[in-house]
């Protein structure tokens, strides 16, 4: 009786918290809930596309009887792989019924992380920005396309929760979001050097890595147990890829996307193994040869330079203002040296700049970025709608544009970080 009274008096308050969100906070939630209608109808009539990939892949494990990442190569971290693959067996592998539980877990997931952002950048940035930023968000396409059949939105909700916690002192569970978020792409690890010097005392930081640690271990354990080579080459295998979409793809002469991988036989395989019998070749995606070899030793460099030089940019009086900034220096700067770029990684890395950015720089850098993602779609989708094969163009437009907004992004928080640094060397 004292668990049923107890959850009824946890009901009516979070219904009182709710309509107390809502009174005060009455133009996000009209814009909110207008975005949540507009997403349950387009997402309801638009054609099947990308989403016959996830379920073909699961059709290929549920007939062979195949285990992931145990008897077959997974190319994500079990989270961002296995979230979906119970409702492909649910559907029965029937395409148009697994292609609604998709968008509807994704839509979920995207609505919800638009509310972790605003309640983010409310806090640190004010009212102001945080409708500003709602609102780039809603306005962005490329977001609201990609989002059905990405499963970056995943990432991007456990990033943002973790930041939330974060900000609300609470370590254990940041540490466990970080690794939740880890789990789904690999890069959301990044979070975990601006939250060592966020949380000041040690125990805090004994917490927040043992969380993240064990978060890690734990959702790994059952795989590494059962055949740890075949889960290591899940992340391992990333390395032999080539480069795409990129700048640096350009430079290195690949002017394709980065969907050419190996046959599926190779999934069998441990990729250590595959490596001494099968050589890198230019034109094989998953094996790739590069023409300059060097690009990929000085797109690490840079990388592991980006994540030093944010963590040496944090000053002592590391505020919430200067954090925001740094976790979107961080993942915009490795993403700008990253080897490839996706049209769904918008999904993440749009509202990674608009919590980063203050007042109109969000839309100064937001809306290149988003051009620069519809010109990539359109160079892969507009076959037929010019009489001429604008594919190269529209891409290495797309590609310049995206590559000067990050490059401006980085260079932006840098330069306020660096500047509030000074401030306080002044002041000592």
């Known amino acids: ?63 062979n009887g195949a285990l992931p990442y145990i008897q077959c190569r997974v190319g994500y971290p079990p989270i961002g792989f ?30 919800s992380s638009m509310l972790l952002m605003y309640i983010v950048i409310d806090r640190v940035w ?27 939105v995943i990432a991007l909700f456990f990033t943002l929760l973790a930041l939330y916690f974060m900000l609300m002192k609470r370590s254990i569970l940041a540490g466990m979001n970080i690794g939740f978020a880890t789990m789904v792409k690999g890069f959301p690890a990044l979070l975990f050097i601006p939250a060592l010097k966020w949380f000041k005392d040690e125990k805090s930081v004994l917490r927040l890595a043992g969380a993240f640690f064990m978060t890690i271990y734990f959702i790994s354990l059952p795989f590494l147990v059962l055949d740890p080579f075949m889960y290591v080459s899940t992340f391992v295998h990333h390395w032999t890829r080539g480069p795409w979409e990129t700048v640096w793809a350009l430079l290195d002469g690949w ?22 019998i099968y050589p890198l070749l230019r034109n094989d995606h998953a094996f790739y040869a590069w023409r300059y070899p060097d690009i990929p030793i000085a797109l690490t460099i840079c990388q592991f330079a980006i994540v030093a030089i944010s963590y040496l940019l944090i000053g002592k009086k590391f505020d919430e203002n200067s954090l925001l900034r740094d976790v979107g220096l ?25 919590i980063s950015l203050k007042g109109l720089w969000k839309v100064c850098l937001c809306v290149p970025l988003e051009i620069s993602t519809i010109l990539q779609l359109l160079a892969w989708g507009s076959e037929g709608w010019f009489t001429y094969d604008y594919h190269m163009p529209i891409l290495v437009s797309g590609v310049i544009i995206r590559t000067a907004t990050l490059i401006a992004a980085v260079g932006l928080l840098s330069f306020q970080l660096l500047k509030i640094s000074k401030m306080e060397a002044g002041f000592q």
């Not at 308050?13 to 109808?41: D, N, P, Q």
């Open 1 to 63: 009786m004292k668990i049923v009274q107890s959850g009824v008096a946890c009901g009516k308050l979070m219904m009182s918290k709710t309509r107390r969100f809502c009174t005060e906070h009455r133009g996000f939630t009209l814009l909110w809930g207008c975005y949540a209608v507009a997403l349950a109808i387009i997402y309801a009539v638009l054609p099947i596309t990308y989403e016959a990939n996830w379920l073909y892949f699961f059709r290929y494990l549920f007939r």
């Open 126 to 152: 004010g009212r102001r920005d945080a409708v500003l930023a709602s609102a780039v968000f809603v306005a962005s396409a490329s977001t609201f396309r990609m989002n059905m059949v990405s499963n970056d």
């Open 330 to 354: 961080i993942f915009l700067g490795y993403m700008l040296f990253f080897k490839g770029y996706s049209p769904q990684f918008t999904v993440f890395l749009l509202p990674m700049m608009l």
């Open 255 to 276: 002017q394709s996307h980065g969907g050419f991988l190996h046959p599926d036989f190779d999934q069998f395989f441990y990729h250590f193994q595959l490596l001494r």
């Open 82 to 111: 296995l979230t979906y693959m119970p409702f492909a067996w649910l559907a029965g592998c029937n395409l148009t019924l697994f292609a609604f539980c998709q968008r509807a877990i994704n839509g979920a997931l995207l609505l």
